[in-house]
């Protein structure tokens, strides 16, 4: 059995975790098996990606039982490090459509994404502290950032579980869809993102995530330099002028 499946929608990248046993827990094979999904996600025809779980998890974390799961500091460097690093530098929107618990790793692999759409039936469980580890995966990069130090440092530390609602409300997703509508929202979502002209959507990510390391100065420098490059991209002049189109014909219309 496939560990990951992959699935191209149009400009779309479909990336499921495909363990429904074990809650789609990572172990060896999964992880190996993430590494080839981030490599096909980098492709430029895929314009979007939408990660998600089979069955009801979306993800538990590190399978506990598989021998390869204890995360000293070697293996974390060989494992889950290399799919963080992967994940964030992606030119494009990833979507996290969780679909039921979210644990541990899987909680950071979730907040690694730039949206996250939850399933009614989502659980998001920060375990690390209930097994004496501190988050790992980058969840302790992301979530802060999320939000905030006192919120994240507070679940962290205790390790309570999150509703969906109670995520919603925290900020941590951005919606709440039932079960049934979630993948067909998602995806609805990164067709949209996908259909953006240019190159604005992932500059965007890029710059954003510049702003959240760098002073103001420094920004401005960038966002010159990335301004530059959406000018340019293919596709940009078209939609400009489809714009200016647009405004002139409801400008005549009032």
Same mark, same amino acid.
């Given at each position: 059995?496939?560990? +990951? ?9 479909? +990336?499921?975790?495909?363990? =429904? &046993? ?6 060896? &094979? ?7 999904? @981030?490599?096909? *996600? ?17 993800? %538990? ?26 994940? #964030? %530098? ?6 996290? #459509?969780v679909n039921g618990p979210a644990a541990g790793a899987g909680l950071s692999l979730a907040a690694a994404?730039?949206?996250?759409? %939850? ?9 690390? /502290? ?19 130090? !006192?919120? %994240?440092?507070? @679940? ?8 969906? *609602? ?9 919606? +709440?869809? =039932?079960? #049934? ?8 979502l990164a067709h949209q993102l996908a259909g953006t002209p240019g190159l604005a959507v992932g500059l ?11 002073? $103001?100065?420094? $920004?401005? &420098?960038?966002?010159?330099? $990335?301004? !530059? $490059?959406?000018? #340019? ?10 714009? +200016? ?8 219309? /009032?």
């Open positions: 059995m496939n560990t +990951v499946l992959t699935e191209r929608d149009g400009a779309v990248l479909i +990336v499921t975790l495909n363990r =429904p &046993d074990k809650l789609n827990a990572l172990d060896t &094979d999964t992880l190996y098996a993430l590494a080839d999904a @981030w490599q096909e *996600a980098a492709d430029p025809q895929v314009r979007a990606v939408v990660v998600t779980g089979n069955g009801r998890g979306f993800c %538990a974390g590190a399978d506990l039982r598989a021998a390869s799961s204890a995360p000293g500091r070697s293996g974390l460097r060989h494992t889950y490090h290399p799919h963080v690093l992967a994940l #964030a %530098a992606l030119e494009k929107p990833v979507i996290a #459509a994404a730039d949206l996250r759409i %939850a399933a009614d039936t989502a659980k998001f469980v920060p375990a690390f /502290t209930a097994v004496g580890l501190v988050p790992d995966a980058g969840g302790a990069y992301f979530l802060p950032r999320l939000l905030g130090y !006192a919120r %994240a440092y507070e @679940w962290l530390a205790t390790g309570r579980p999150l509703t969906a *609602a109670q995520a919603l409300d925290w900020g941590l997703v951005s919606e +709440v869809v =039932p079960a #049934a509508d979630l993948m067909p929202h998602a995806t609805r965007t990510k890029r710059l954003l995530d510049y702003g959240l390391n760098h002073g $103001l100065a420094e $920004l401005l &420098d960038e966002e010159a330099r $990335l301004q !530059a $490059l959406a000018v #340019a991209a293919p596709g940009r002049q078209e939609a400009r002028a489809a714009t +200016v189109r647009r405004l002139s014909g409801t400008e005549e219309n /009032t």
